[in-house]
């Protein structure tokens, strides 16, 4: 999914858990933040592979050649460390350490399932933009495909933040 995606995603959750009075701002931040930033993984690999730093390049390389970017925290094997790295961390800072979850595990469910509710196996989305027929949109002169499925998501999480922030 695109960032718009991982950026809300986090924040609705966050937002919802501030209102119920469990965490406080600072908490929705942190989500939000490593919800995002965990995509940087997809330029470090297109770095290595290709000794060149460049976010537009990377999304090209995933998007349009469907190249898979992804090192090993997006894989099985790298969610498996980075849940025991959270449990151990979580018995010395338990309050951040959710906080790094929700951005994290939020992030990867986005990522790893579809709008029929199958997992994708470790490729990006290119079986699922292969399942369903994507709106192709121009921005800053890059063509964008973009899910359906993910448009209606976005604008729940919108509307849902409107519900709790109004409530």
């Known amino acids: 999914m695109y960032p ?13 858990l501030v209102k119920l009075g469990y965490v406080d701002q600072r908490f929705v931040i ?8 965990i995509d940087l993984d997809h330029s470090l690999h297109h770095f290595v592979m290709t000794g060149e730093i460049s976010v537009m390049k990377t999304a090209d390389d995933a998007f349009k050649k469907h190249i898979d970017d992804r090192t090993f925290i997006h894989h099985k ?3 498996l460390i ?6 151990i961390i979580s018995k010395y ?10 951005g994290y595990y939020s992030h990867m469910l986005l990522d790893h399932i579809t709008a029929d509710g199958r997992l994708l196996d470790k490729r990006t989305n290119k079986d699922y933009l292969g399942k369903t027929k994507p ?3 121009c921005l800053w002169g890059y063509t964008v495909k973009i899910a359906k499925f993910e448009i209606i998501f ?5 509307v849902g933040l409107l519900i709790v922030y109004v409530a």
């Open 4 to 16: 718009q995606s991982h950026f809300l995603f986090p924040l609705f959750i966050g937002e919802l």
């Open 82 to 87: 980075i849940t025991i790295l959270f449990i």
């Open 135 to 137: 709106i192709l949109f």
């Open 93 to 102: 800072a338990s309050y951040w350490a959710a906080a790094v979850m929700i």
């Open 154 to 158: 976005d604008l729940l999480m919108i």
């Open 30 to 37: 942190v989500a939000v933040i490593v919800g995002v930033l």
């Open 77 to 79: 094997n790298g969610m």
